[in-house]
């Protein structure tokens, strides 16, 4: 009985350690920051899209006169926060973009024949892929005439908030921001049968909870 009793305080013990590390995986962004230090490398959550991105983000909702707290929710959704925000490539959207340059179909959104006449297999697996803290998809480059590099670099924060403001920013200034993330995420408002058509069921509400976070805090 007692030997019981040991193991099963052993397991206990291990279980708990292991909790306990992965806390400090999860968190530790979280810790160190109120600790008054650098968020480490590659933390994400809350506080990394503030350490990383408030300043732009304060900075382009200002400019465009909508919600820094929206933002600053869509960027945590989108990318954690991390900076630099890792790419997502997609399969199908590569798939479409091919077919248009062979002609098996006229256009991909804006994307015409003439866009990517010059494109190689590298460059199209780029235009098929979300970059930055709001993901956007590299095809939207081709709107403004700029590089992928914009969309990912040092100007990332500033072209992502415009395409966000010239494709949905009315849903933004009537403060419908339930539709602006549905509409971020898919690419269509909030539906009147509310069964969301977002990847994750909940990422409009999260999205909403996120944003009450964020207030006073940018």
């Not at 990383?52 to 600053?72: K, M, T, V």
């Not at 479409?96 to 866009?115: A, D, F, I, P, T």
């Not at 849903?171 to 509310?194: E, M, R, V």
Request: proline share 5%; glycine share 10%; net charge positive.
């Amino acid at each position: 009985m007692a030997g019981k009793k040991r193991s099963a305080g052993l397991l206990l013990i291990a279980t708990l350690v292991v909790l306990l590390c992965l806390g400090l995986v999860l968190f530790r962004g979280y810790w160190w920051h109120a600790l008054g230090g650098p968020l480490p490398a590659g933390a994400q959550g809350p506080e990394a899209v503030i350490e990383n991105y408030g300043d732009e983000i304060l900075s382009e909702a200002r400019r465009y006169r909508i919600s820094p707290e929206y933002l600053a929710a869509l960027c945590l959704l989108e990318c954690g926060g991390r900076k630099p925000a890792p790419e997502r490539y997609e399969k199908h959207v590569y798939a479409r973009l091919k077919m248009v340059q062979l002609g098996l179909r006229n256009n991909y959104e804006h994307v015409k024949r003439s866009h990517l006449k010059d494109a190689g297999d590298e460059a199209l697996q780029n235009l098929a892929s979300s970059w930055g803290p709001f993901q956007l998809m590299g095809y939207k480059c081709l709107l403004y005439d700029i590089n992928i590099q914009q969309l990912r670099g040092q100007e990332s924060v500033h072209w992502g908030v415009k395409w966000i403001t010239e494709n949905y920013g009315s849903y933004l200034k009537k403060g419908d921001y339930k539709s602006a993330f549905h509409i971020h995420n898919c690419g269509t408002p909030w539906p009147a049968n509310n069964k969301p058509r977002t990847h994750d069921p909940k990422y409009a509400e999260n999205g909403l909870k996120w944003m009450n976070w964020f207030k006073g805090k940018l």
